[in-house]
């Protein structure tokens, strides 16, 4: 019996393949040439389970261990019967599944892979161990567990895949004895290798300080992977999901950010992080250990580590998470205002943040987190950049605003940027050969920042608003109290009440005139 057609493709927890029964044993080949041979003699027994729309098939292996197929068809049944019976002389058994859509009964494990979940004799659900990535005891609650499952590579099922479980275990009579949920902790742990000993642990980051998520964690480092231990959550990232590493300056305050890209995002519940973001002082100093002998270190990690690593904290920490991970730290920052500062101080919405402007692209931190590619750039526009009057008193703006538009058609509103940084960034935008839009004035003159300088009275600017300017009605207010129009012109308001007072002298005339005539 095969199951090779397209339609028809069979498939496990990680990827898609044919599953073919033959006198030889099972086998079963991925679309990237991995395969999965049984033996013959390695088979003990097999179970066919009939789902909604597909069905399942579970292997059990001489050693007791199991292997679960999914992917195939109510139609492959018979089929498949036959094969196993001819074939291999295994009778396939009918496996029962619960249908009630209760959510408890008892959990066991099934064999050295399975965790199964069932009630009355019949399986809620089961779950390989090897998928499992971590298990995380809840800190606020005695009783409950959450078991968390690897990202897959590519969507199996394209539409949904299982990201958690949480379980609830009631607690035991006897009070001195371990609680059920922590030996149910142990054993998954245990049985699915993901038990982190402190031998395998390379070395440690005490109480780092994060602003993504906004939290201190301990930090252990693995040969394949990173642990996050909080107060509240712990996180179990891979190495091979770090897309990109970031070592920024901040401008604001005497700090330096770690800037960590994920895909597969860290999960918090229903909040995924696909950033995380560790904040150091700048110039503190760290030193910790490496557990591993210096020429193991050399040929592994080609010199990058050594058995005591020591300087500032943020490189010492940036240089592990390199090496580890294979991944370039981006730490060049070209743009310079000319006060040695590599960022603007912006707002996007209503976060304020500041937007660095690196040599292939924008970096907003940090709420939201932003990356836009200047290659993915279609124009950027400034906004709200010259002056404006009120009444008879010319006012200059303190801020203005960019806005930078993408080829998906994505617009980007970065607001109340310093003015006196209007002529570095201009420069910056033309020497990468970004579509600069808008550099005129909207009425056709030039903007020249020196000539406009700072206006005497700016302090007074709200003396000079209109009454209301503050309230919901004014929506062109360009936040210093004077109105601007949207043409960037002075505001029709200000000048437009001697016109309509001369219309409405008019009107009030013919009024008069116009029974005299009758």
């Not at 539409?159 to 949920?181: K, M, N, S, Y």
Request: proline share 4%; with cysteine.
């Amino acid at each position: 019996y095969g199951s090779n057609t397209k339609k028809n493709m069979v498939q496990t927890q990680k990827d898609k393949g044919p599953f073919r029964v033959s006198s030889d044993g099972v086998t079963w080949k991925n679309q990237k040439d991995e395969n999965v041979n049984i033996s013959k003699d390695n088979l003990s027994g097999a179970e066919w389970t009939q789902g909604h729309s597909t069905c399942e098939v579970k292997l059990i292996l001489s050693n007791n261990d199991t292997k679960i197929f999914g992917g195939f068809s109510k139609e492959d049944k018979d089929n498949l019967i036959k094969a196993f019976d001819q074939s291999l002389n295994i009778e396939v058994k009918k496996k029962d599944i619960s249908v009630l859509g209760r959510n408890w009964g008892n959990l066991a494990f099934e064999g050295k892979s399975s965790l199964k979940f069932d009630s009355d004799g019949k399986t809620i659900f089961d779950v390989q161990l090897e998928d499992i990535s971590q298990a995380v005891l809840q800190p606020k609650s005695k009783n409950e567990l959450v078991i968390e499952m690897n990202n897959p590579n590519s969507s199996v099922f394209e539409d949904e895949d299982l990201t958690e479980i949480r379980f609830w275990v009631p607690t035991g009579q006897d009070d001195t004895a371990e609680p059920p949920v922590k030996k149910l902790h142990t054993q998954i742990v245990k049985r699915a290798g993901i038990d982190t000993t402190v031998s395998a642990k390379l070395l440690a980051f005490p109480n780092l300080n994060f602003l993504l998520p906004k939290l201190r964690f301990d930090v252990d480092v693995f040969p394949s992977f990173f642990r996050l231990h909080g107060t509240s959550y712990d996180y179990k990232i891979k190495f091979s999901s770090i897309v990109q590493l970031y070592k920024l300056p901040r401008v604001d305050t005497p700090h330096d950010v770690l800037l960590i890209s994920l895909n597969p995002p860290v999960r918090q519940g229903g909040t995924t992080h696909p950033f995380l973001i560790i904040t150091f002082q700048r110039g503190s100093e760290m030193e910790v250990a490496v557990k591993m002998e210096e020429k193991e270190l050399t040929e592994k990690y080609k010199g990058q580590l050594s058995t005591r690593m020591q300087g500032d904290s943020v490189d010492v920490v940036a240089v592990v998470l390199k090496a580890l991970s294979d991944k370039k730290i981006i730490s060049s920052t070209p743009y310079n205002n000319g006060k040695n500062e590599h960022a603007l101080r912006c707002a996007f919405k209503q976060n304020e943040g500041q937007l660095f402007p690196l040599e292939k692209r924008f970096v907003f931190l940090y709420k939201p987190v932003l990356i836009i590619e200047y290659q993915e750039i279609s124009s950027v526009e400034f906004s709200r950049v010259q002056s404006s009057v009120a009444g008879n008193r010319n006012i200059t703006t303190n801020n203005f605003d960019l806005v930078v538009s993408t080829s998906q058609g994505t617009n980007y509103n970065f607001n109340n940027i310093p003015r006196s940084d209007f002529d570095s960034l201009l420069e910056f935008l033309k020497a990468k050969k970004l579509n600069v839009r808008n550099i005129a004035s909207q009425t056709g003159k030039s903007i020249d920042f020196t000539e406009l300088g700072e206006d005497e009275d700016s302090e007074d600017d709200d003396d000079f608003a209109p009454p209301g300017s503050s309230g919901d009605e004014h929506d062109l207010s360009d936040g210093s109290g004077s109105l601007v129009s949207e043409n960037g012109s002075d505001s029709p308001q200000t000048k437009a009440k001697p016109k309509r007072k001369a219309e409405d002298d008019a009107d009030q005339k013919k009024k008069k005139r116009k029974p005299n005539s009758e």
